[in-house]
């Protein structure tokens, strides 16, 4: 049986994403009391309360969420999802019996606010590489979709009602500040992942309307190498129709485009807008 280079690339960045995922919560979560929602958030509260280990109870909460989504909703989960589960549930415990080094916010000015930056960072770091690779880490979005679907919410909304759910008793067991703290580490994570998802192989596709727009679309193409697409359009002053020249392209050759464009036709009006990914020839496959 052969194994494809996309598997290995999808099974290698996983790996490293629950790991690093697995790292954080270790290292700074567990031992400075960071509840950031989720599964793990839930895990800590209750290895706090009654000493059962962290990642034997993620996998069972994971084990859990994934019956009950196949059960109601009918939803099936990857391999790939399913392993990155179980990867982090093990790592957590054998990092913790490891004895892996904690980052204690005691011993540091600002601690509680580097732990919950940082765990937030590497956390979002992991989890981010887990889903470029087309994987979940299981965990609360599960139960988000449960109530999208029961109690009509949006996906986001239950998402957030149930990471509220976990931080209300971080605040009962820990106190106010631990939970702050926690939102901190939420909102980190958040914008870590977005920053993964949309930097990895950065794209922007750019809006091009010029009187000379054969004269670009040509140079485009011969020099840059990249297809284009000529969207009709009309302008809303002149009523004169004019293509629009359409291209998607590397953040790196956004300085080559617009040589292109101000030495062909210095008066082009020109749009970049980010992507969030961009599928097809010379790009990422669809596969």
């Excluded at 909460?61 to 179980?86: C, E, Q, R």
């Excluded at 909102?187 to 922007?204: Q, Y």
């Amino acid at each position: 049986m052969k194994i494809s280079r996309k598997t290995v690339i999808d099974y290698v960045s996983i790996t490293f994403g629950s790991v690093l995922t697995s790292i954080s919560i270790v290292a700074f979560m567990i031992p400075n009391n960071i509840i950031a929602g989720g599964v793990s958030g839930l895990a800590i509260i209750v290895f706090r309360l009654f000493g059962i280990w962290v990642g034997v109870q993620m996998f069972a909460y994971n084990l859990l969420l994934f019956g009950l989504a196949m059960f109601i909703l009918g939803v099936g989960f990857g391999v790939k999802s399913i392993y990155s589960a179980i990867l982090m549930s093990f790592t957590v415990d054998l990092l913790q019996r490891l004895k892996f080094p904690c980052f204690d916010a005691a011993s540091a000015q600002d601690g509680f606010l580097l732990a919950a930056i940082y765990g937030g960072v590497i956390a979002g770091a992991g989890m981010g590489l887990v889903i470029w690779r087309g994987a979940s880490t299981g965990g609360t979005d599960i139960v988000a979709m449960i109530l999208s679907k029961y109690l009509h919410f949006s996906t986001g909304t239950g998402l957030l009602m149930s990471d509220s759910v976990i931080t209300l008793l971080a605040i009962v067991v820990f106190g106010p500040v631990a939970a702050m703290f926690g939102i901190i580490t939420i909102f980190t994570t958040s914008k870590t992942i977005d920053g993964i998802i949309e930097g990895i192989g950065n794209t922007r596709t750019a809006l091009i309307i010029s009187v000379e727009h054969s004269a670009v679309k040509e140079r485009i193409m011969r020099e840059m190498e990249r297809g284009t697409t000529m969207i009709k359009a009309t302008g809303g002053f002149t009523g004169e129709d004019r293509p629009v020249i359409m291209v998607s392209i590397r953040r790196r050759e956004i300085g080559q485009l617009r040589h292109i464009v101000k030495s062909t036709d210095r008066k082009a009006f020109v749009v970049i807008v980010n992507n969030s990914e961009v599928f097809g020839e010379g790009f990422k496959n669809l596969g």
